[in-house]
Every structure is written in C-alpha cells, then in structure tokens.
C-alpha cells in the first residue's frame, strides 16, 4: 500500500547549524509534497510545499529538495532558532491524488 | 473567520460507549480529512470526504464512520469506543483535492479522547 518514511524520528542541532529531514514515499503517482510543522499542543500548519514538476523550492530559510526518480525528498533548514523546535511532518499524495499520506514526524530540537 | 473548529476538545468515554465529534469550516472548502494522532505514528487518515455526501475510507477506518450532510460540517463516529481509539483527533479541510492548485490542508485545533 501506500507509506511515507521519515528520518530521524528525532534530531536535535545547535542554534545556527543546519537540520535535514529525509522523507522517502512508494507511490510513483505521488505528485504533491508539503511539510507541516507543528509546535507543541498545537495544531500542524504547512510550511512548504512542492510539486512533482519542481526539483527545489526555496522560502527563507527553509527549502524543500525533492529527487522523483529516487523518490524521496527532504526539507532543509539554515540558520536554526530555537523557535524552530517542534515536530515537522511530510507528506504525499495517494494514488487517487485525493488526500495525503504523512510520515511519522521528526522531532526537531534546537539548542541555544 | 474562524477557520476550522472542532467540538468538543476533550472527552473521556467508556469502553462501549458511543459519540460523534463534530468538524465545522467556514472557508467553503470542498474537501475534509479526519486524522488521528498518536505518539510515533504520526498522523493516519481515518476517512475523508471529497465533498458534501460523499466520503471515503482512509488508512484506518475500522472502527468508525462518517457524515458529510452539510458542506461546512464533517461528522466521525465511534459507535463502540475502544482502548485502541484513545488518541488526539484532527479535522482539516482543503478547497481542492490533494493534487490541486489550492490544496492546503487546514488543520482544526483537535479533540483529545480518552477511552478507558
């Protein structure tokens, strides 16, 4: 059936060193890959997105890098701040395209 | 706009015992998504709905069903709760389906159940 993978479960990184989350997704018809981040006690909210036609997609300090022939991607973040510490998920879509299959989450911790 | 909004935020039930918990948006997004949380397992769709009267099955339905009567509402139901269904629920809701140009998935503020 269809499964995402994420790695690690869990990442912790100094302030200012970069993180990388590697997602890895089974169905070739995926087309459509976000991120969420959610904070502690909160609901998750997409921080970036990409899509099948795209092979990176910057915003800030985040960027997103996605490898279709291997299938996997990965978010990338620089410069890290502590505010950055939650549980980031990825995502993608099921064969239908209809809804979003996600990761287990990676919990990130930033230290000052 | 209150965006999505899901009723009520905690509950405890029985073993056995029944109740619905509802999912109202008011973006008039045609898609919803009921999630359930639990630690490690990230989020695993339960059912979702492509638009009003229609639903579908997601990862793990067993357990559970859905209504969609309304095109701002969507209902999860656990007939018979079990130990098993103890988890944090999320709604969400999106205007187009996943693979569309407006997908985004938004996310409700989730109901925490507890079944003993």
């Known amino acids: 059936g269809e499964n995402v993978e994420q790695h690690p479960s869990t990442l912790s990184v100094q302030e200012g060193d970069s993180a990388v989350i590697k997602c890895t997704y089974s169905?070739?018809?995926?087309?459509?890959f976000p991120w969420y981040k959610q904070e502690l006690g909160k609901r998750p909210q997409l921080i970036i997105d990409?899509?099948?036609?795209?092979g990176e997609k910057k915003d800030q300090r985040i960027a997103v890098t996605l490898n279709k022939t291997a299938k996997h991607f990965s978010l990338h973040i620089t410069e890290t701040q502590p505010e950055d510490s939650a549980v980031y998920f990825c995502a993608a879509t099921n064969q239908a395209g209809t809804a979003l299959i996600f990761g287990k989450g990676t919990t990130l911790s930033v230290s000052s | 706009n209150a965006g999505v909004t899901q009723t009520p935020k905690f509950r405890v039930l029985k073993t056995g015992q029944s109740m619905t918990l509802l999912c109202a948006q008011d973006?008039?997004?045609?898609?919803m998504y009921w999630y359930r949380q639990d630690p490690g397992m990230g989020l695993r769709l339960i059912h979702y709905?492509?638009?009003?009267?229609?639903?579908a099955k997601g990862e793990v339905p067993d357990g559970y069903n859905v209504s969609r009567l309304k095109k701002q509402n969507f209902l999860l139901g656990l007939e018979s709760a079990a130990p098993s269904q103890t988890s944090v629920y999320f709604c969400?809701?999106?205007?187009?389906?996943?693979?569309?140009?407006?997908?985004?998935?938004?996310f409700g503020p989730g109901t925490r159940l507890t079944v003993l």
């Open positions: 169905d070739s018809a995926s087309n459509y």
């Open positions: 990409i899509r099948s036609n795209v």
């Open positions: 969400a809701s999106s205007y187009s389906h996943s693979s569309g140009s407006r997908n985004e998935q938004f």
């Open positions: 709905s492509v638009g009003e009267g229609t639903t």
């Open positions: 973006m008039n997004h045609e898609y």
